[in-house]
Nanobody
Framework: QSQLVESGGGLVQSGGSLRLSCVAS????????IAWFRQAPGKEREGVSC???????TYADSVKGRFIISRDNAKNTVYLQMDSLKPEATAVYYC??????????????????????WGQGTQVTVSS
């Protein structure tokens, strides 16, 4: 059974940092692209960042230069380091995964439909 478990959310002041973790089990990790999405109250879920099975990364314009995504293949874990957080980053953050072929070396965050597996989410609240 495939499972994604997020952790690391919490309450932080504006300008602060958090590191989110996503641990995957029951998946073909070597063929997995992993993404972070977020959903604020009353808004649609939006892509934040992703990392391909080969380590290629993609970021939303709103987080470039402040967020870093990484993966630890020995631990089946993806991290999202979030620095210089702003109140508009307040949302539930979701980890998502899709399996890709060996020919795919990039990832996208345009559409939630691109990902098959989802975690339960972790709340991030940034106070002003």
């Amino acid at each position: 059974q495939s499972q994604l478990v997020e952790s690391g959310g919490g309450l932080v002041q504006s300008g602060g940092s958090l590191r989110l973790s996503c641990v995957a089990s029951g998946v073909a990790w070597d063929l997995a692209n992993i993404a972070w999405f977020r959903q604020a109250p009353g808004k649609e879920r939006e892509g934040v960042s992703c990392i391909s099975r080969t380590g290629t990364t993609t970021y939303a314009d709103s987080v470039k230069g402040r967020f870093i995504i990484s993966r630890d293949n020995a631990k089946n874990t993806v991290y999202l380091q979030m620095d210089s957080l702003k109140p508009e980053a307040t949302a539930v953050y979701y980890c998502a995964l899709r399996h890709v072929s060996l020919l795919v070396n990039e990832c996208v965050i345009d559409d939630t439909e691109d990902y098959n597996y989802w975690g339960q989410g972790t709340q991030v609240t940034v106070s002003s």
